[in-house]
T-cell receptor, first 117, second 114 residues
Framework: AQSVTQLGSHVSVSEGALVLLRCNYS??????LFWYVQYPNQGLQLLLK??????LVKGINGFEAEFKKSETSFHLTKPSAHMSDAAEYFC???????????????FGAGTRLFVKA | DSGVTQTPKHLITATGQRVTLRCSPR?????VYWYQQSLDQGLQFLIQ???????AKGNILERFSAQQFPDLHSELNLSSLELGDSALYFC?????????????FGEGSRLTVL
């Protein structure tokens, strides 16, 4: 079964600083990988996804992530943090289940990003 | 606005009771997923339906059941509720079942069991 590990439950950066949120996955097959963001009292929304095309994936709000097969990593970065980036970020992997043709998206534990003025 | 509608937004009930959470997916989406989010367990996949049929099952308790109706809305039934069932329950939908697609999440139903 595939799994996702997010390193660091909390990350704090200053406004304008680099954001780096770490995600490692385990997978026996090429994975579909995602980053989602959750703002307070809201559902999750997609930031970006990797589906075996380009290894550097660009998402919304200036975020990007690089798929590195050799490191089984899919870290999320943003060159310059903004106050509005404060939220919880989830890395996820899509995993086929059984023979019914269904997929389940497995989420990491999440990383809460704090942005200091 | 993701286009996914969940009701009720908040629900407070007592142990041993039964509740039903409702989800209307985005227009055109055939897949519906249910997730449970709690502080200690994180975001846990419960179950997936595609066009009325169960397609994938996760860590769903036997006290919980779900179904997807012909109009594609879905309901999650939680029975014999325990304190530990208090959580935020999310519904998500996608246009496909192939795993490559984006999940669109509703705003969740917050269940409090007293």
């Amino acid at each position: 079964a595939q799994s996702v590990t997010q390193l660091g439950s909390h990350v704090s950066v200053s406004e304008g600083a680099l954001v780096l949120l770490r995600c490692n996955y385990s997978s026996s097959v090429p994975p579909y990988l995602f980053w989602y963001v959750q703002y307070p009292n809201q559902g999750l929304q997609l930031l970006l996804k990797y589906t075996s095309a380009a290894t550097l994936v660009k998402g919304i709000n200036g975020f990007e992530a690089e798929f590195k097969k050799s490191e089984t990593s899919f870290h999320l970065t943003k060159p310059s943090a903004h106050m509005s980036d404060a939220a919880e970020y989830f890395c996820a992997v899509s995993d086929r289940t059984g023979n019914t043709g269904g997929f389940k998206t497995i989420f990491g534990a999440g990383t809460r990003l704090f942005v200091k003025a | 606005d993701s286009g996914v509608t969940q009701t009720p937004k908040h629900l407070i009930t007592a142990t041993g009771q039964r509740v039903t959470l409702r989800c209307s997916p985005r227009s055109g989406d055939l897949s519906v997923y249910w997730y449970q989010q709690s502080l200690d367990q994180g975001l846990q996949f419960l179950i997936q339906y595609y066009n009325g049929e169960e397609r994938a099952k996760g860590n769903i308790l036997e006290r919980f059941s779900a179904q997807q109706f012909p109009d594609l809305h879905s309901e999650l039934n939680l029975s014999s509720l325990e304190l530990g069932d208090s959580a935020l329950y999310f519904c998500a939908s996608s246009v496909e079942t192939g795993g490559r697609g984006e999940l669109f999440f509703g705003e969740g139903s917050r269940l409090t069991v007293l």
